[in-house]
């Protein structure tokens, strides 16, 4: 079986360029993720990415399954976005990697309109505890891998307020990100305001 991870790395590289920085974190009982930082360039000048790494190295688990099948099933990366400079937000590491360990942790699988909650701030003075897991394909393509594994999915997460992620969890995804839509709302924002929800 080869080694999916060298493969994701290379596809992160072509999408979004060279890293400047990457940090690795190890939870118990699970494999290394690490988070690589992208620095802004091109056209979008004051975007820094964050990217995980690690978390597509076995496939997702659906948690009612009595065995866990070690090829096939959905693998997915994490892509955050956000303006450089207007906050710490290198600190987001740390979430990131915890959320990227999530499927191995609790058995989740991450897929487009889950929310996802780290319980706390993602980085120092955030407005955000958890993200929307928005649909792959638009920043860093897909990677097809050879049969019978999945394709490596890159997932964006789009920070939520609180206010937001209770009303998303009434109203549902589409509807809170027609919201964000028609309010203009600048997602990449790291000390953005609720967007209104009345």
Known sequence: MADVLPLVEARLHSALGEPDARAAVTFLGTDRIEVLRFPAAGQEGDVVRYATLGMSAQPMADPTAALADPVKGPRAELVLSVRSGAADTDKVLRPLAVLAASPQVEGVIVAPGASLD????????????????????????????????DPVRFLPLLPMTPNEAAWKRVHGAPALQERWLNHGTDLRDPSRRSVPLD
């Open 118 to 149: 780290v319980g706390e701030p993602l980085w120092p003075g955030a407005p955000f505890t958890s993200v929307l897991v928005a649909e792959p394909g638009g920043l860093v393509e897909d990677l097809e891998l050879d049969a019978p594994l």
